[in-house]
């Protein structure tokens, strides 16, 4: 099976820190896919990559910024972090979009 | 625009008893949709998709949906429900690389 790995289940940071969400892939997929989910809004893209070095702006990606140097990693930035980025963080990978996403566990950030 | 429309928030039914979640979306040409599933404090796992062909779909864990081009929609359904089936119920349309997501059904179901 695809696994999709998120470094952190449970994440507490400071307002103002830079924060760092790894996701790791182990099925050579080109597309990756960073989410944040809320209550009552579903899940919005933040930021998506469909090739190693590319990156394309999601739905909300102010601040934050991505990372994808190598094909399996895909990485989240918050380059400052605030209080209304506490969220639950999704990462998932995909062949091709109809194929569907898998996804990881999920990274429940709390910015304090 | 592309949109997908999850109208029940929340949906309450007794174990044993039939389920049926609606999903519609509003897509330019022929979708790709899609069904998740997603249990408390996980990621969400994949149901069951629709390409083409048979409007009836069936997936994992009893569930199957129903394609009906003429209505916009893709409901999903189980004949019976389980007590384990209790989560929050997402449906997905396709586009280039990314997914529409619907904003979720959550599911209780009583013993």
């Known amino acids: 099976d695809v696994k999709v790995t998120q470094s952190s289940r449970y994440l507490v940071k400071r307002t103002g820190e830079k924060v760092f969400l790894e996701c790791v892939q182990d099925?050579?997929?080109?597309?990756m896919f960073w989410y944040r989910q809320d209550p009552g809004l579903g899940l919005r893209l933040i930021y998506f990559?469909?090739?190693?070095?590319?990156?394309e702006k999601g739905d909300i990606p102010e601040g934050y910024s991505v990372s994808r140097e190598k094909k399996e990693r895909f990485s989240l930035i918050l380059e400052s972090a605030s209080t209304n980025q506490t969220s639950m963080y999704l990462c998932a990978s995909s062949g091709t979009a109809n194929y569907g996403y898998t996804f990881g566990s999920g990274t429940r950030l709390t910015v304090v | 625009a592309q949109s997908v429309t999850q109208p029940d928030i929340h949906i309450t039914v007794s174990e044993g008893a039939s389920l049926e979640l609606r999903c519609n979306y509003s897509y330019g040409a022929t979708p790709y949709l899609f069904w998740y599933v997603q249990s408390p404090g996980q990621g969400l796992q994949l149901l069951l998709k629709?390409?083409?062909?048979?409007?009836l779909v069936q997936g994992i864990k009893g569930f199957e949906a129903e394609f009906k081009r003429s209505q916009s929609s893709f409901n999903l359904r189980k004949p019976s429900v389980h007590w384990s089936d209790a989560a929050e119920y997402f449906c997905a349309v396709s586009g280039t690389y990314k997914y529409i997501f619907g904003t979720g059904t959550r599911l209780k179901v009583l013993a």
């Open positions: 629709y390409f083409s062909g048979d409007t």
């Open positions: 990559s469909y090739d190693v070095k590319m990156k």
């Open positions: 099925m050579d997929h080109e597309n």
